[in-house]
């Protein structure tokens, strides 16, 4: 059974900061990374990383977001600083292996941006 826990989403001002993290259980999986989905917009890619820590980030949040991730924990995270507007989504972590199938999606966690 493959769970995908994620915890850390809110409110938060521009410029702030937050801290996202999705919890694995039940595979170790080569590919960990984090999507959004913002109101009318196609889930979209924002960071990616491998178990070897290679790592890929979307143009619009290069410099300000990183992705991390604890194997012993089986646990990625996102770092996000300097928080925009434009930020605001719904964020999914997602898992997979590549030859071994579809990944696995998280519950889903709101970040919002606003003053």
């Known amino acids: 059974q493959v769970q995908l826990v994620e915890s850390g989403g809110g409110l938060v001002q521009p410029g702030g900061s937050l801290r996202l993290s999705c919890a694995a259980s039940g595979s170790i999986f080569s590919i960990m990374g984090w999507y959004r989905q913002a109101p009318g917009k196609q889930r979209e890619l924002v960071a990616v990383?491998?178990?070897?820590?290679?790592?890929n980030y979307a143009d619009s949040v290069k410099g300000r977001f990183t992705i991390s991730r604890d194997n012993a924990k089986n646990t990625v995270y996102l770092q996000m600083n300097n928080l925009k507007s434009e930020d605001t989504a719904v964020y999914y972590c997602?898992?997979?292996?590549?030859?071994?199938?579809?990944?696995?999606w998280g519950q889903g966690t709101q970040v919002t941006v606003s003053s």
């Open positions: 990383i491998t178990s070897l820590g290679t790592t």
């Open positions: 997602n898992a997979r292996n590549p030859n071994r199938g579809p990944g696995y």
